[in-house]
């Protein structure tokens, strides 16, 4: 079943890097002479990317001088950045988008990929053992990063509402801390925090991703200055990319040996974490903005968003030559 998988997925990147080479062929424009990528250790495509450094040769070779990685811990500094200007593309989970687009930032969703696996997690003796045992608990994700919509949505799956939890904003690193002091009830968070709370720490899963009510989408996001200014830019960015996206799917053990080495993570975490991942790359398409204005409506009806947005406002497109 694994290798069928891997084929099927490796064929369905091939046909997205296709997509992104037609792309590329087609942009025009002036070149920087320095892009700046935001990263999560979590982000193994482009950490891998990173290592490799394969953005920097095909940037140096259409004349961008050089590239800049600045590492962020989760998804929302990391669009705070890119609204600043002060990184150029980022990846992150489906939420942080939102939460960027509803404060004003100046950004554009360049492309998409499935979303890592996330789950809801609590100790291993807690005495919740489902989704609806957590009315009045205290739960913990980052505020405006995915797991914020995998708690949103598995609270409706449950019958239940936001405000039926005591929500606690916290970081992966302090999540942990507070998961593992006993201060918070649930923990909700992605992988590779996810393998590594199981594995390590024995958390016990209550709902997870794998369940495709909660599944979603990641994106490849760009400031929206670059993106108009240096199309040519992005798009070789992307393209290569799509390239290690590709690699990545189809040798899944070496991925987890160099993420291992590059983020100090165990091997055999990273290891289960690819081995439920999916891996593609590709523009984002009408059912990819379907899925994120129903989100954002959702957030708005919560109050969790101060404004009505429109998603496909701020989807890039390459221009026509």
Sequence with gaps: ?????????????????????????????????????????????????????????????????????????????????????????????????????????????????????????????????????????????????????????????????FDDIVPTYLSPADATAAFNGGNIDAWVVWDPYYAIAVERYGARVIADTSDRRLASSSYYIA???????????????????????VWAGHNRAELAALAAEATGIDVKSWTTAFARAEFSLGPVTESHITQQQQLADTFHALGIIPRKIQVKDIVWRVPAP
Excluded at 223 to 234: E, I, K, N, V
């Design 1 to 161: 079943m694994q290798k069928m998988i891997n084929r099927r997925t490796f064929s369905a990147g091939l046909a997205a890097l296709a997509t992104l080479s037609g792309l590329h062929a087609r942009a025009q424009g002036a070149l920087p002479k320095e892009v700046r990528i935001g990263f999560q250790k979590g982000s193994a495509i482009l950490v891998l990317a990173k290592k490799q450094q394969v953005i920097e040769a095909r940037l140096k070779a259409l004349g961008v001088a050089s590239v800049k990685w600045i590492e962020f811990q989760f998804g929302p500094p990391l669009l705070e950045a890119l609204g600043a200007g002060a990184v150029d593309l980022g990846s992150v989970g489906d939420t942080p988008p939102i939460f960027a687009q509803a404060g004003g930032a100046n950004l554009v969703y360049a492309a998409a990929s499935p979303s890592s696996h996330s789950a809801v997690l609590v100790p291993r003796n807690s005495p919740i053992h489902s989704l609806t045992d957590l009315r009045g608990k205290k739960v913990a994700f980052g505020r405006g990063s995915s797991a914020h919509n995998v708690t949103v949505r598995a609270l409706a799956l449950a019958g239940l509402k």
């Design 223 to 245: 400031s929206r200055s670059f993106a108009t200014q240096y199309p040519a830019a992005l798009s070789a960015a992307l393209e290569e990319i799509g390239k290690t996206t």
